[in-house]
């Protein structure tokens, strides 16, 4: 049974530390987003790739955030420096798109973080 | 872009009855419309989507409903168990362009047992 992994599944740091997030996309899969999650504000998209290369970062603060493929099987997102306003959980999903078909993002368990 | 409404965003049911969670998009383009099911502490997962291409879909005790004219669809859970309790998102995407889903707010379904 195929699933998304992240690593690592929660992380507690202090304000000002660099964060980096991991994900692992279904294998064959050839899109892949980033997600974060608050209570506040729901699902918020914050970047996207397709074939390694983004499609659409628009979501994310430009200013501390980074999103990264560097190989099919390996997503990063890294934030420096944190701050506690990042404090949420952050999803990983990934899909396979094909010409116009819209198929099903399947989500990764995600990362619980804290910035204190 | 798109802008993807949903209400109510909290329901309560008793077990057996009917719930019924209604979205509304702006953009005309968008062809594609999942739902997912978010268990507390558990990652979303797809419970059924519709494509433009036909009006309403069935799965068990789960159906969508979608009016492209009135640009809203709508998730209608029949028979409700407790382990329906969740948070449903509904989302958006046309099949032209770079843009990814757009979800809706989110609606806490609570079914008492």
């Known amino acids: 049974d195929a699933r998304v992994t992240q690593t690592p599944r929660h992380k507690v740091t202090e304000m000002g530390q660099e964060v980096t997030m991991r994900c692992q996309p279904i294998l064959g899969h050839n899109t892949v987003f980033w997600y974060r999650q608050t209570m506040m504000q729901g699902l918020e998209l914050l970047a996207y790739f397709r074939n390694r290369a983004p499609l659409d970062d628009s979501g994310m603060p430009k200013d501390r955030f980074s999103a990264e493929m560097p190989d099919a099987t390996l997503a990063t997102l890294k934030i420096q420096p944190s701050e506690p306003r990042d404090s949420a959980v952050y999803f990983c999903?990934?899909?396979?798109?094909?010409?116009?078909?819209?198929?099903?993002?399947?989500f990764g368990p995600g990362t619980r973080l804290t910035v204190l | 872009g798109e802008n993807v409404e949903q209400h109510p965003s909290t329901l309560s049911v008793q077990e057996g009855d009917s719930a019924v969670i209604k979205c509304t998009y702006s953009?005309?383009?968008?062809?594609?419309f999942p739902w997912y099911k978010q268990e507390l502490g558990k990652r979303p997962q797809l419970i059924i989507d519709?494509?433009?291409?036909?009006g309403e879909k069935k799965d068990q005790r789960i159906a969508v409903t979608l009016n492209k004219t009135a640009k809203h669809f709508s998730l209608h859970i029949t028979e409700t168990q407790p382990e329906d309790s969740a948070v449903y998102f509904c989302a958006a995407k046309p099949s032209t362009g770079r843009r990814a889903l757009t979800f809706g707010s989110g609606t806490r379904l609570q079914v008492q047992p």
């Open positions: 953009d005309s383009a968008s062809n594609y």
């Open positions: 519709i494509r433009s291409n036909v």
């Open positions: 999903a990934s899909g396979l798109v094909l010409g116009q078909d819209n198929n099903e993002q399947f």
